[in-house]
């Protein structure tokens, strides 16, 4: 398996038992096999590390999309995360 594909698997257990503030880059690395440098020079942060993860597990059922615009950004964009969030655990 590559890196980019067992990163993605260990951030998705990692943001699922943690959260995003707890799953730290250093977690995700141990988890993953790979260093911290591999995490960034892959996904450039941790935000789009999370995003790849939720679209890597995004099969396109009953999440709806942000609304555009948005009318209250960080309540909409907090129940979207929340959302994919709850689906990644229950894989």
Do not use: C
């Not at 594909?5 to 707890?22: N, Q, T």
């Amino acid at each position: 398996m590559i890196s980019r594909e067992r990163i993605l698997e260990a951030a998705a257990r990692v943001y699922a038992k943690h959260g995003f503030r707890g799953a730290t880059t250093r977690l995700i690395a141990a988890e993953a096999g790979v260093n911290e440098v591999t995490l960034f020079r892959t996904f450039g942060s941790k935000g789009a590390l999370l995003e790849a993860v939720l679209e890597e597990n995004d099969t396109g059922d009953e999440v709806s999309p942000l609304p555009d615009p948005p009318v209250d950004p960080e309540r909409e964009l907090t129940e979207w995360v929340q959302t994919h969030l709850e689906r990644i655990r229950s894989l």
